[in-house]
């Protein structure tokens, strides 16, 4: 799929919600969606992380995008409704969803990880994305060619030591995503995949392996083929899907 070249035109007309979008894999993603044609609703709790995007879409000649400063970290039923409604009312429908955002400490043995920094990484990274799922999926099922890419981890699909709640909270996001393409399996206008990153320069790798020089690692850019292709018409048969970006 590195090799995937998509058309400039792949996602024209699309409108597409991006989580975690001031920054990282989500800041990429808005900016490689809006260069195919999407409007994309950029949400992250960083309003000037926001902002910077905006302005980059726009330098580029991209759709006007639409900012959401919102923090899924005290996320409810009753905002994201709201957040849903404020979607459907200014930008009409909503065509994709890529869960970006992420809550991450440190790599820690179990035993010295607390209550709260748990309770923390599940709310934000398994939480929060099924609850948005969910509140958006009215929209999401209106649309003709609908997707959803939850970002899951490597150490969550294969757990190793330190990585603690975010790894389980991680693995139990390509749970959620196969069970909702298992529900969802009559409806063939929306799919949900799961997209593993891997390696990649990153603020979070550059925190996990601060030895590890990120030259030696692929861009951001690099991996946006993958995205571009799971967010576009042209994976419509992929659905309940673990997909690993390999370079």
């Known amino acids: 799929m590195k090799d995937y070249l998509p058309r400039p035109d792949l996602l024209a007309?699309?409108?597409?919600?991006?989580?975690?979008?001031?920054?990282?894999?989500?800041?990429a993603a808005?900016?490689?969606?809006?260069r195919h044609g999407a409007t994309v609703a950029l949400l992250a709790r960083n309003e000037a992380g926001l902002e910077?995007?905006?302005?980059?879409?726009?330098?580029?000649?991209?759709?006007?995008?639409?900012?959401?400063?919102?923090?899924?970290?005290?996320?409810?039923?009753?905002?994201?409704?709201?957040?849903?409604?404020?979607?459907?009312?200014?930008?009409?429908?909503?065509?994709?969803?890529?869960h970006s955002a992420h809550q991450f400490y440190s790599l820690t043995p179990l035993h010295l990880?607390?209550?709260?920094?748990?309770?923390?990484?599940?709310?934000?990274?398994?939480?929060?994305?099924?609850?948005?799922?969910?509140?958006?999926?009215?929209?999401?099922?209106?649309a003709p060619d609908a997707s959803v890419v939850f970002t899951g981890e490597t150490h969550g699909h294969r757990p190793q030591a330190y990585w603690g709640g975010y790894a389980v909270a991680k693995s139990g996001l390509e749970t959620l995503?196969?069970?909702?393409?298992?529900?969802l399996d009559s409806n063939e206008n929306l799919r949900i995949n799961t997209l593993i990153p891997g390696q990649?320069?990153?603020?979070?790798?550059?925190?996990?392996?601060?030895?590890?020089?990120?030259d030696t690692l692929p861009g951001t850019d690099d991996l946006m083929p993958w995205y571009l292709y799971l967010m576009g018409?042209?994976?419509?048969?992929?659905?309940?899907?673990?997909?690993?970006?390999?370079?």
Not at 60 to 80: C, I, K, T
Not at 200 to 214: C, D, Q
């Open 113 to 142: 990880q607390t209550l709260e920094q748990w309770q923390s990484l599940m709310r934000v990274n398994l939480i929060a994305p099924f609850a948005l799922t969910r509140a958006c999926l009215p929209l999401l099922q209106q």
């Open 233 to 247: 018409a042209d994976s419509r048969a992929v659905r309940g899907q673990i997909v690993e970006c390999r370079i």
């Open 30 to 34: 808005s900016l490689a969606f809006a």
């Open 200 to 214: 990649v320069a990153t603020t979070l790798r550059a925190r996990t392996h601060p030895g590890l020089s990120p």
């Open 52 to 98: 910077a995007v905006y302005d980059e879409i726009l330098a580029a000649g991209g759709p006007e995008p639409a900012m959401f400063p919102y923090d899924l970290a005290v996320a409810d039923d009753r905002s994201l409704e709201t957040l849903a409604g404020t979607l459907a009312h200014h930008l009409k429908r909503l065509d994709g969803l890529l």
């Open 13 to 27: 007309g699309r409108v597409i919600l991006v989580t975690g979008a001031s920054s990282g894999l989500g800041r």
């Open 177 to 183: 995503s196969r069970i909702w393409a298992d529900e």
